[in-house]
């Protein structure tokens, strides 16, 4: 499964019952959708690029591109608009924009588009979220839309996004917690994710600055198959780096690493 995800990240970026897994280990701090450790607003505006490259054998191969940027709704100051464009340089160019509950982080509608697609194949998908739950529609060339209904155990983080998810908590070394997070973009996937803050280190901005970062270890519990993976930069896990302090323009999410994919800030 994890060689999947990883597929579709270069395409872009408890096992009895879901209330069982939330309370099998009460040493655990378990961070849900609407806790009061969760705050989107310490998150500033940025607009960022980032490279993604592909490691085999200690070699590092670029295999796309990233460009985000995230700003506060003129709409609605209490949500956050999130839009990630991902080219994978094989012609197709992937863009989400996803828009969050500013508090609490939840995803309230995903809005998916592909350019570069085949004619005739589906080039647009849309996720409504509501209370454990999210509608799935896809659009189908000739104007047809096709709909489904995901249930959730529980309201859930965004796996696309959980990097902005840890920025919005207040970090610390050797802070533990496990996060309901769901993949809708991909085989609606659902997971556990144990976080655990394990060092500190510096990144270098888009325009050369140094940005103070936290290194987030993280590892995915499949709530629907049960496999696991590894937490760590060395593992199919992987690390998050987590910028120490919200700065306006500046992103919160310099790198993510695992033992076969590197997404980093793209360097001057």
């Known amino acids: 499964m994890m060689k999947k995800i ?3 990240f270069s395409c872009l970026l408890f ?3 879901a209330g069982h897994a939330l309370v099998a280990n009460a040493a655990i701090n378990v961070i849900k959708v ?3 450790g969760v705050d989107g607003y310490r998150l500033k505006p940025f607009t960022a690029k980032w490279n993604q490259y ?4 200690g070699e ?3 295999t796309g591109s990233y460009e985000e940027s995230l700003s506060v709704s003129k709409e609605d100051e209490s949500r956050l608009i999130h839009v990630q ?3 994978n340089l094989n012609g197709v160019v992937v863009t989400n924009t996803t828009t969050f509950d500013r508090k609490t982080m939840k995803p309230l509608a995903i809005h998916q588009h592909l350019d570069g697609v085949p004619e005739g194949s589906p080039n647009s998908q849309q996720f409504k979220f509501d209370q454990a739950k999210y509608e799935v529609i896809v659009e189908v060339p000739g104007g047809e839309q096709r709909k489904r209904t995901v249930m959730m155990p529980t309201d859930m983080f965004n796996v696309s996004n959980l990097g902005l998810v840890f920025a919005s908590i207040p970090l610390e070394l050797g802070k533990t917690f496990r996060m309901p997070s769901t993949f809708p973009q991909f085989q609606d996937g659902q997971f556990w994710l144990d976080a655990t803050v394990t060092g500190e280190s510096e990144y270098t901005g888009n325009h050369g600055e140094s940005i103070p970062v936290w290194q987030v270890d993280i590892r995915w519990i499949n709530i629907k198959d049960g496999d696991e993976y590894p937490a760590g930069p060395n593992q199919s896990g992987g690390a998050y780096y987590i910028a120490k302090n919200a700065t306006q ?3 919160p999410v310099p790198a993510y690493v ?3 994919l590197i997404i980093e800030l793209s360097r001057p």
């Open 6 to 8: 990883r597929s579709w």
């Open 249 to 251: 323009g500046l992103p």
């Open 258 to 260: 695992n033992d076969t």
């Open 60 to 62: 590092k191969k670029l």
């Open 34 to 36: 609407g806790s009061d």
């Open 85 to 87: 464009m991902v080219d």
């Open 54 to 57: 592909g490691v085999s054998q």
């Open 15 to 17: 096992l009895a019952t």
